[in-house]
């Protein structure tokens, strides 16, 4: 009988919520762009740099803090970044200056990159290797990035911007939730103790560059399809399937909600075959689901929607730790590299479907994206499973 399966359990736990209580602050810029239109009279173009300074700044800063958590173990790095995205988006609101306003969401952006890969880190030791607990960490993410509207409207939308500091709240229950599981992973390993966590001694094994980069590609073919369908699906869907602003929006609800089921059905599927296969079958379910996405019309299109959001996230979380295990010399890089500066080009890539669409149609922009996970499934199909090199358990 495992006499640490509680305290992984409720370390994975807290780390998730800590997780969406950072990842909240992601989707809170976007949310708040329509009160800085309405509130500061701010042209769409002037707020799409508010926008860009939070998501690219946080993207490309990642592999940066990946490279520092590789050299020095930083667990300090949970609160006090949590804290950062917390404050950046609570002050945002407070001044009608432009750079200002830039400022405050660019120190956000900075304490969600410099959060993501000492916290992945921190997980694959806390979860001992299961790709279960991992799939419950980026659940955690997936569940605040989508509440971050609702936060905004709750708290904005009724007091207007100058209630925005009340936003830090998430940042405050974030930085304290991760406190106890820092305490453990300080503690040393001890028999029947309940100690600490421990990484785990010896030999690495060796990087492999080769596949990290195949995997990386991949994952950029990943975050084009999901960032695209995200910006454009609900106003695709009234398209094929009528019913207006309302079926939008339900289209985009189930996309985020589909996600969160993939991100756990991810991880339990792994336990049972290795993360490459599972990627592989993913990626294959996902191209005939993006091609019912754009081509089938009607009522039908919320069930590939749907399937769409699970193909995509089944891969979330295994994507991390096999990019971990890839680079076992260098996991705050590979952390870095995959949850960031990868997931950044579907971002770049959101305007020039945009423009194909203004030039031809939804549907020939759109088109395009089913391509994208074949090309995926081509890179995972020559790619080993590596050795799992998992964290020391407690005896």
């Known amino acids: 009988m495992r006499t640490d399966e509680g305290p992984r359990n409720r370390a994975i736990v807290l780390l998730s919520v800590g997780h969406a209580c950072v990842d909240v602050y992601q989707g809170a810029v976007a949310a708040l762009v329509p009160f800085f239109v309405a509130e500061r009279a701010y042209t769409y173009a002037v707020v799409s740099g508010v926008v860009l300074a939070a998501s690219l700044l946080s993207s490309v800063a990642q592999p940066v803090f990946g490279l520092l958590t590789d050299r020095w173990a930083m667990p300090w790095l949970l609160p006090v ?12 609101g407070l001044s009608g200056s432009y750079a200002l306003t830039l400022a405050f969401v660019a120190v956000s952006g900075i304490g969600v990159a410099a959060y993501h890969p000492e916290s992945a880190r921190v997980a694959r030791i806390a979860s001992g290797g299961s790709h279960s607990a991992m ?119 189930v996309l985020y909600a589909g996600g969160a089921v993939g991100t756990v059905l991810g ?19 996902t191209v005939a689901a993006v091609a019912g996405t754009v081509f089938v019309p009607g009522p039908a299109i919320y069930v590939f929607v749907a399937l769409t959001s699970a193909g995509l996230y089944v891969p979330f979380s295994l994507q991390v730790t096999l990019a971990q295990d890839y680079l076992p010399t260098r996991v705050g890089t590979a952390s870095g590299i995959t949850l960031g500066l990868t997931v950044s080009v579907g971002g770049l890539a959101s305007p020039v479907i945009g423009a194909v669409a203004d030039a031809t149609s939804l549907r020939t922009a759109l088109a395009p994206l089913v391509v994208l996970p074949f090309l995926a499934w081509l890179l995972f199909r020559t790619l080993p499973e590596p050795a799992v090199r998992k964290p020391l358990a407690r005896r």
């Open 267 to 285: 991880g339990r599927l792994a336990e049972r075959w290795d993360r490459v296969t599972v990627v592989r079958w993913a990626y294959l379910v």
């Open 81 to 92: 970044s949590t804290l950062l995205g917390g404050l950046g988006v609570a002050l945002s």
């Open 135 to 253: 799939g419950w960490f980026s659940l955690g993410g997936n569940i605040g990035f989508a509440c971050a509207p609702l936060m905004v409207a709750a708290v904005v939308g009724v007091g207007g911007l100058r209630l925005s500091p009340l936003l830090v709240v998430p940042a405050l229950a974030g930085a304290v939730l991760c406190l106890p599981v820092l305490r453990a992973l300080g503690r040393p390993a001890r028999g029947g103790s309940g100690g600490g966590f421990s990484e785990g001694a010896g030999d690495r094994g060796a990087d492999d560059r080769r596949a990290f980069a195949r995997l990386s590609l991949a994952v950029v073919c990943r975050s084009i399809v999901f960032v695209g369908l995200s910006a454009f699906i609900s106003s695709y869907v009234p398209e094929r399937a009528g019913g207006g602003t309302v079926a939008g929006t339900a289209a985009l609800f």
